[in-house]
């Protein structure tokens, strides 16, 4: 009897959960794609306009979501092989597509 009377009068302090502010994350589109982003993450997409801060509307959200260019570059080469049996024919290309690396830094 000693015990249970014990434990119930034991109180035990909860964390505070409202102090815990949760990561904002964001969906943005461009070049036809979806990104889940949230801040301070690097990401490559397809070829953008040359400005030093993009602008983009979330999705899921309604977040403005700012980003900033970091360099833009050709990705590596993706080899295209065409093959036709018995005829011989054979057709070697490559393509490098533009891409554009950006961090983002701000959701709001």
Do not use: C, W
Not at 22 to 51: F, N, R
Not at 61 to 88: C, P, Q, R
């Amino acid at each position: 009897m000693e015990k249970k009377e014990a434990i119930k009068e034991k109180k035990v302090e909860l964390p505070v959960v409202s102090k815990i502010v949760p990561e904002k994350i964001a969906v943005i589109k461009t070049g036809g794609k979806q990104y889940l982003v949230k801040e301070g993450i690097e990401l490559k997409v397809e070829l953008l306009k040359d400005q030093k801060i993009l602008n983009f509307d979330d999705i899921l959200n309604g977040y403005k979501v700012s980003a900033e260019i970091i360099e833009t570059k050709k990705s590596d080469k993706v080899i295209v092989f065409k093959y036709k049996n018995k005829t011989g024919r054979r057709k070697n290309k490559g393509h490098r597509q533009i891409m554009t690396k950006i961090k983002i830094t701000k959701i709001a």
